[in-house]
């Protein structure tokens, strides 16, 4: 499975973005999908995943805020991000896996996102 994640960016806060992550290889509609995300000096911590029949998970800091969602038929995995602060500043990484939970195998390259006016 190769996954390609977009949509980072330069943000105020307060702000939206929407990353996208699309995968190709594979049997998408049997995979777990996820977003992670790596702040400077931080280690890397889940952000949000979303399971093969749409279960969906959150870190309770990013809860109410931000939304993952997948789209089967186009192969990718979303996650809209509201009101966001200046602490979601991270690379952002897609992460998927045959597993229904947790870290997956596969990973993309990472989009930035920084918050920041």
């Known amino acids: 499975v190769q996954l390609q994640a977009s949509g980072g960016g330069l943000v105020q806060p307060g702000g939206s973005l929407r990353l996208s992550c699309a995968a190709s290889?594979?049997?998408?509609?049997?995979?777990?999908m996820g977003w992670y995300r790596q702040a400077p000096g931080k280690q890397r911590e889940l952000v949000a995943f979303?399971?093969?029949?749409?279960?969906?998970m959150y870190a309770d800091s990013i809860k109410g805020r931000f939304t993952i969602s997948r789209d089967n038929a186009k192969r990718s995995v979303y996650l809209q991000m509201n009101l966001l602060e200046p602490e979601d500043t991270a690379i952002y990484y897609c992460?998927?896996?045959?597993?229904?939970?947790?870290?997956?195998?596969?990973w993309g390259q990472g989009t930035l996102v920084t918050v920041s006016s």
């Open positions: 290889g594979g049997v998408f509609t049997l995979l777990t």
């Open positions: 979303i399971t093969n029949i749409e279960n969906r």
């Open positions: 992460n998927a896996g045959y597993n229904s939970g947790g870290t997956g195998a596969y």
